[in-house]
């Protein structure tokens, strides 16, 4: 019987490969908060009545748009922004997402305790959508990799 072929040679991943799933998962995750989407896939809840008023008439100090409709946490931009891929905490197996600046991670915290949850603390930390679409990529990585072993493989479970 010839030696099994280990399973890491099917489970294996790259770092540019986990960057690119990682980046894509940023970017969903981003764009599901300026459609105004919680991690849970429903509208933030609004405004207060005066915010929503000084947002609307531009009156908050580093704001790109005037717009007092639903939140969408796109205020100046700078929050989600910093939202990205912590490059040197990326390897060929793992990797980290979160906020760049502590400012940027002190907005998401209190945007959560306001209504606007955009990550989970506990578990697969984004909307599940998302993790669905993590895990279907992840197999497709795998699924490619068995495809590309051209013997037979044995797994020998036990001694």
Do not use: C
Not at 132 to 143: A, G, I, N, T, V
Request: hydrophobic share 30%; charged share 40%.
């Amino acid at each position: 019987m010839r030696k099994p072929k280990p399973i890491s040679k099917i489970v294996y991943t790259d770092k540019q490969f986990m960057k690119w799933l990682l980046q894509d998962v940023v970017d969903r995750v981003k764009r599901d908060a300026k459609r105004g989407l919680d991690v849970n896939k429903k509208r933030f809840k609004p405004y207060t009545e005066q915010y929503r008023k000084r947002k609307s008439a531009g009156k908050i100090k580093g704001q790109l748009k005037f717009s007092g409709g639903h939140p969408n946490l796109t205020l100046s931009g700078k929050m989600l922004k910093n939202f990205r891929i912590i490059k040197e905490m990326t390897t060929k197996t793992s990797g980290v997402v979160g906020w760049a600046e502590e400012k940027s991670a002190a907005k998401v915290r209190y945007n959560d305790e306001m209504g606007r949850q955009i990550v989970k603390d506990e578990g697969f930390p984004f909307a599940k959508h998302i993790e669905k679409y993590f895990e279907r990529e992840l197999s497709k990585k795998f699924d490619k990799n068995i495809k590309l072993t051209s013997e037979r493989i044995t797994f020998k479970i036990g001694k």
